[in-house]
């Protein structure tokens, strides 16, 4: 398989664009073990890369799913007009951040590489996504400005979305072949480790208690000032643990490498023909990859669907607890630190079972448990079972997550990881929006939040149903 798989990219196509002799495309065919990208670089470099990740935490936990976005629909839009709920209206601004993702993440990826600006791209995203954070300070508790908070969001999400770009690319920067996997896992326990600890500072700093001031520094909650300052300590709190990577990590070489979609906008077609230069090159790539080895893009389709339904478990659940099961704002982050913790013990565990009985085998029995889960979530109500339905779910996302990862890797040939990890990280922000636009869809048609739930679960469905045709790696020849 190995064989037939290196035939999609062969070393030849490189050499005709003058990358034969760059360190990337070296470290891609060399076998493993031998020196590559990132031998030497030691442990300094992979901590500031996992430091990144733990510094992301801040917008993923604190403002997209336990703090912001709850203050946002539950406390902005209260008194909002109109018979639209606020969450429906965050569940089609996320969609879109989503939609503008999947249409620039596949230019600006390979525009990152082909420039070498890769730092300088991840640099830039990181400061507008810290930027849009402290801005959110000014999201007063006014349904007058819950469209200047969803805007906020929207941009933010769009931002943390597409740095992930250069971020996952710079792993092989940090690592070798024989590290990728135990580099890779530290930057995802890391951004657990900062979730957990933001999210504690967050609730005994600034929201627990009651009355008219909150938290251990005695924030007042007039005018949502509280929620406001969170927002500027995660704004914070990203930017110190991002630092590090930028002073550890030196920028790619640049290389010969024909750019192929990521022209200039100033160039032959201007930018909309580099836009659709970008998807004709990804579609050979693609449509190539399918002629070698269709489980392999079998799974990339599957594994987008079912990563974007994963996403819309954290992305919507704190949102659901407050307005559906009845939990307290303040409880909401306990219950985030709870889930975080779940999450991160069921990848342990789930990666211990993917050696024994395979990686699919275990991302199939977590999408059942989950479909499980979350349809009897639909049926209950109040705050005791939300907390037992809602973590016994969140157990089931880690080992998801993990084992996905773990399926291409272990499909992908020595050498090759990162190409086939930069299509996995394409294919899933093209249906990123699925989750959110359901979500919002089945909110506005019941006129209800509880049947949001339905719209993450069809896409779990849709997920698992696309992956049971596609052969585990256990079975390759």
């Known amino acids: 398989m190995y064989a037939d798989i290196t035939a999609v990219f062969p070393p030849e196509r490189f050499a005709r664009h003058g990358l034969s002799n760059s360190p990337t495309v070296r470290s891609m065919t060399e076998v493993p073990g031998q020196a590559t990208i990132g031998q ?26 336990f703090v912001f976005s709850v203050y946002l629909t539950d406390k902005v839009g209260e008194h909002l007009p109109g018979g ?17 993702v999947a249409l620039t993440a596949p230019v600006s990826g390979q525009w990152f590489d082909a420039s070498a600006k890769r730092k300088l791209s991840l640099g830039v995203l990181t400061s507008l996504t810290v930027l849009l954070m402290a801005a959110m300070f000014f999201v007063r508790q006014d349904y007058h400005y819950l469209w200047f908070g969803l805007l906020l969001l929207a941009l933010g999400s769009a931002t943390f979305e597409l740095s992930h770009v250069p971020y996952n690319a710079m792993l092989r920067q940090v690592s070798t072949p024989a590290t990728v996997g135990r580099v890779s896992g530290f930057g995802w326990s890391m951004g657990y480790f900062g979730g957990i600890v933001l999210l504690l ?19 007042p909650i007039d005018d949502g000032l509280n929620i406001r300052l969170v927002a500027v300590v995660a ?33 032959r077609g201007g930018f909309l023909g580099a836009i659709v230069n970008s998807y004709r090159v990804l579609f050979r790539d693609v449509r190539e990859l399918w002629r070698v080895d269709r489980r392999t893009v079998g799974f990339l389709m599957a594994s987008a669907v079912f990563r974007d339904g994963l996403a819309g478990v954290f992305t919507f659940g704190a949102i659901l607890a407050v307005r559906v099961y009845g939990i307290a704002d303040a409880d909401v982050l306990l219950f985030g630190i709870a889930a975080n913790v779940f999450a991160a013990l069921g990848a342990l565990t789930g990666g211990r079972l993917d050696d024994r009985i395979g990686p699919k085998a ?88 509880r049947a949001g739930i339905l719209g993450i679960l069809l896409v779990l469905i849709a997920g698992l149903l696309a992956l049971l045709p596609v052969r585990s790696p256990s079975a390759a020849a």
Not at 84 to 100: E, F, H, K, T, Y
Not at 243 to 252: A, K, S
Not at 383 to 390: A, D, R, Y
């Open 40 to 65: 030497a670089a030691g442990r300094g470099p992979v901590l500031a890369w996992g430091s990144w990740d733990c510094g992301g935490a801040a917008f993923n936990a604190v403002i997209l799913t």
């Open 84 to 100: 639209i709920s606020p969450s429906a209206w965050l569940g089609w601004a996320l969609g879109l951040a989503g939609l503008v």
């Open 362 to 449: 275990v991302i199939v029995g977590s999408l059942i448990a989950m479909i499980i889960f979350g349809a009897v979530l639909l049926v209950v109500s109040g705050p005791l079972m939300f907390w037992i339905f809602g973590l016994l779910l969140t157990v089931f996302v880690g080992p998801a997550q993990a084992s996905a990862r773990s399926f291409l890797t272990r499909v992908a040939p020595p050498g090759r990881e990162g190409q086939l990890f930069g299509l996995y990280a394409t294919t899933g922000r093209a249906v990123s929006f699925l989750a959110p636009m359901l979500f919002g869809f089945f909110v506005w048609a019941f006129d209800s939040e």
């Open 235 to 267: 704004a914070v709190w990203f930017a110190a643990f991002a630092l590090p990577l930028f002073f550890t990590i030196p920028e790619v070489p640049r290389t010969d490498a024909d750019p192929g979609a990521a022209v200039s906008p100033r160039g």
């Open 201 to 219: 500072i967050c609730y005994f700093g600034f929201i627990s208690g009651k009355g008219d001031t909150r938290g251990l520094l005695g924030m």
